[in-house]
């Protein structure tokens, strides 16, 4: 199986083993070094052949009633392959998965038909925290788009330039950096956002600050980019200045103001730019004052930013997002702050798969961009099982989504590394964590209290062996991953000596085993980075109680 799952796959024809192609027609280079990277070469006699076409087949969805740019047509005989597509964007999405039928050995004679069912399928670096390098945000990019993503927005709250020091022009250094970003995430066919932060300071009656407001997105669109955010989140409810108090009934009438006149001055520069907003009630009540006043005050085809229910919200539904339009007029384009850790989370790794969105959320909201954390290495787990959901969100399965990604993340460390992302589930999604050790203790208790007491005491060693295994892997901080975790591999550490205390105690209840047991759990309970679900607690404390 390969991910994102297509639409509408019938190649289940007869078996077509390559290792090189050879490619022709249009965007020959781009398909070229697509392919490179799932170690196809160029050369060789099977043939594959680009066709662009502007039909109703290759542009329209029509399940959906709308136009695309991101369909394509996969046609595979035994000597050939034809991939039709409207445009440069449709054909990399089609050479990504012709890779990844390639490599897993699941390329077949038929035809795959396949487009995305969310709209806008992205993340935004809109965490608070240290910011990521360029090479980080490029590693994370270029597989965001392997797996069809097609937005990235950049707003992290630590970039000075984009909150604290809004008004200040980018030094040549940094501008020079956001200009390589920009042509990377175009190279890899996702529309980069930038956006700013002027909240925290700005006065609305000010016309300097509006001046530099909009110079300093001049200065951006020099370099290329179309694509703004203006981000009001986090800011103060109440009016900074005097004046701003005089002018405006309230906060909410200034903001409607700013984005009007921001948007009027953008479209002024170019009708092409588009403007993102994040109000400054972005989740909860839908029909409440200043998002009602807000939505139906700021211009249609502003994308409108909204979490949900919660600032970090458990489920995100149809129902809030038609009442959301309902109430503002606007499809909501959800932030969704998930896998970010910021905050209150810090203690948490989050690096479970994406869960409780709705399977037609698609058909109500502009698209959703997901919140990562500031661990980019650890963001992409969970990125791969959003990019999924949002491609086809119909066949989603978050369970074979995370195995897909740990296998391309950690290859065939993958298997080992389960041992360690049981106890990482924990999140603003979930609040259950480590049921393959749930299940695992679980079945050794079963074995110990129906007298096959030595069958248990080998399920025991074996599995805290595997433990051991995996901590000795994870161990290993030139692994750029592995590193980011250091301290969840701390604790970690700990869990592997509070599961041998627990066995030695079974094993040889002695007083000093006892003793051991008693001082690892305290240890292990009185740290506060989040591993583990109850059931290892559980163990040690039944045990102690036992004996």
Known sequence: MIFPIPQKNNLNGEAVVIKNVNIIGVFKDIAEKALSSYGVASGGEYTVEIKVTDSKKATYINELSRLT?????????????????????????????LGKLIINNELKTGELEDYPLFVKRGYIEGFYGKTWSNEKRHSVMALMAKYGMNSFYYGPKDDIYHREKWRELYPEKEQEELKKLFLYAKENELDFHWTIGPGLTYHYTSDEDFSLLINKIKSIYAIGVKNFGLLLDDIPWDFQYEDDKEAYDSIVDAHIALVNKTYNALKEIDSSISLTVCPTQYSGDENGYYISKFGKGIPSDVSLFWTGEEICSRVLTVRESNELLRSTDHKPLFWDNFPVNDCEMFQEMHL??????????????????????????????????IADYLWNPIEYNPDESLKNAHKEILGDKANLFKYFADHLGVSCLSKYSSAYMSEKLGYINFLNT??????????????????????????????????????????????????????NVWASPS?????????????????????????????????????
Do not use: H, Q
């Open 511 to 547: 007083e000093s085993n006892i003793k051991i047991l008693s001082e690892l759990t305290e240890k292990y309970n009185s740290d506060g980075t989040v591993l583990t679900g109850f059931c290892l607690r559980e163990a040690a404390e039944k045990t102690l109680n036992l004996y």
């Open 352 to 385: 479970g798969a994406i869960i409780g969105r709705d399977k037609e959320l698609y058909k109500a909201c502009e698209g959703l961009i997901s919140n990562v954390m500031e661990y980019a290495e650890c963001s992409k787990i969970p990125l791969l099982t």
């Open 450 to 503: 129906t007298g096959k007491r030595e069958e248990a005491l080998k399920e025991f060693k074996d599995y805290n062996g595997n433990m051991r295994k995996c901590l000795e892997m994870i161990s290993d901080t030139t692994v750029p991953l592995f590193n980011e975790m250091t301290k969840w591999v701390k604790k970690f550490s700990m869990c592997c000596d509070l599961l041998d205390a627990i066995y």
């Open 69 to 97: 740019d991101e369909k394509y047509f996969i046609t595979v005989n035994v000597d050939k392959a034809v991939i039709e597509a409207s445009c440069k964007r449709g054909v990399f999405r089609a050479v990504n998965t």
